[in-house]
């Protein structure tokens, strides 16, 4: 399955803040308190939208507008249900600190940079056409537990 970007954004994270999160799971963390990061997400949608799944990837590469599912910048994904009265702006929270660990092993997160994080939204749906799809991403904020 295949779905075009929506939008980017970069997010300043620190980079000790980074390595401390890859290294988590090692028992190395250079700030051990840190035991997860997560994206918190603001999407604005319209009335009325229904099967659109929205995926969040990090750090997706560039110039390019078509990402299989199957690749490691996946993050996770929003996808609205129920009644019908979801519109204007939506918050929710993805874990990060997974994506960043696989990004990190394939050599596509370079830690030894400081660098922003990429995190793009991307609509997935079967029934609406993405260049007609109205909404937007409002912002992205990076939580540190």
């Known amino acids: 399955m295949n779905f075009k970007q929506l939008s980017k954004r970069n997010v300043k994270v620190p980079q000790e803040i980074l390595k401390a999160a890859v290294a988590s799971s090692n028992g190395s963390s250079i700030v ?7 994206a918190e997400i603001t999407i604005n ?8 799944r929205f995926n969040v990837l990090v750090n997706s590469p560039e110039g390019q507008d078509r990402i299989g599912l199957y690749k490691t910048h996946l993050v ?4 609205l249900f129920g009644t019908l009265h979801h519109s ?3 918050t929710f929270t993805l874990p990060l600190t997974r994506a960043l660990k696989a990004l990190a ?4 997160l370079d830690l030894d940079i400081d660098q ?9 749906s079967k029934r609406i056409r993405r260049d007609s799809l109205e909404a937007t991403l409002e912002s992205v904020n990076i939580k540190i537990f």
């Open 116 to 124: 922003p994080l990429q995190v793009g939204l991307v609509p997935d």
């Open 105 to 108: 092993k394939k050599k596509k």
């Open 76 to 79: 996770g994904a929003l996808e």
């Open 32 to 38: 051990p308190e840190i035991t997860s990061i997560v």
């Open 88 to 90: 204007g702006p939506v």
């Open 45 to 52: 949608v319209p009335a009325n939208l229904r099967d659109v």
